[in-house]
């Protein structure tokens, strides 16, 4: 399994960026689509899912700033950041999880978010 990020960089507050991650070696429409992100000292926490059914679910902090989307043809996942604050600063990590067998999962290698003037 292979999970590669991509778009991470450094934004100024209120913009916009999106991450990618590619995805090989899975059959994709069977796994859960999830980012991560672990900021300086903070432990690794959940920030967005996806089924194979684009039900989606996030966490409070980004409601309404993030979206999470899949295209199950290109085996990718996107995370679509807006009116990005400094706290949303971290590494950002793309999951796949099998909704077969959730104990399986695989992680990206991560991609780095910086928010700041």
């Known amino acids: 399994v292979l999970l590669v990020e991509s778009g991470g960089g450094l934004v100024q507050p209120g913009g916009p960026l999106r991450l990618s991650c590619a995805a090989s070696?899975?059959?994709?429409?069977?796994?859960?689509m999830a980012w991560y992100r672990q900021a300086p000292g903070k432990q690794r926490e959940l920030v967005a899912t996806i089924t194979s059914d684009r039900t989606t679910n996030y966490v409070d902090s980004v409601k309404g700033r993030f979206t999470i989307s899949r295209d199950n043809a290109k085996n990718t996942v996107n995370l679509q950041m807006n009116s990005l604050k400094p706290e949303d600063t971290a590494v950002y990590y793309c999951?796949?999880?099998?909704?077969?067998?959730?104990?399986?999962?695989?992680w990206g290698q991560g991609t780095q978010v910086t928010v700041s003037s």
């Open positions: 070696g899975i059959t994709f429409d069977m796994y859960t």
């Open positions: 999951n796949a999880r099998s909704q077969l067998h959730p104990t399986m999962m695989s």
